[in-house]
Nanobody, 125 residues
């Protein structure tokens, strides 16, 4: 079992930055894929960033160049640095983790068994 706790959400003006952190406990998850997903009211969960085995990272076009995901295996954390935030980035952000091999798509939220409780990000215009 892996327990995930997100932190770092809050209210920020458009153009500002936030850094979200996902801390894992229960076991080391260095060989897990860790994804950040977000969900705005009335919307489906949206893939935001994924890191797999500290080498492979994936971003949708909507955040590419603005968001960066990176992991610290010594601390058992995966952070999401979000720059140049836009009002459309407003959502609850969740981190998720699981072992996902190359035969499966780590951008698919259905591939993840372990989820945090979410942290809210609000970007004002």
């Amino acid at each position: 079992q892996v327990q995930l706790v997100e932190s770092g959400g809050g209210l920020v003006q458009a153009g500002g930055s936030l850094r979200l952190s996902c801390a894992a406990s229960g076991r080391t998850f260095s060989n897990y894929a860790v994804g950040w997903f977000r969900q705005a009211p009335g919307n489906e969960p949206e893939f935001v960033a994924v890191i797999r085995w500290s080498i492979n990272t994936y971003y949708p076009d909507s955040v590419k160049g603005r968001f960066t995901i990176f992991r610290d295996n010594a601390k058992n954390t995966v952070d999401l640095q979000m720059n140049s935030l836009k009002p459309e980035d407003t959502a609850v952000y969740y981190c998720a983790a699981d072992y996902i091999d190359y035969g499966n798509d780590p951008r698919d939220p259905r591939k993840y068994r372990y989820w945090g409780q979410g942290t809210r990000v609000t970007v004002s215009s």
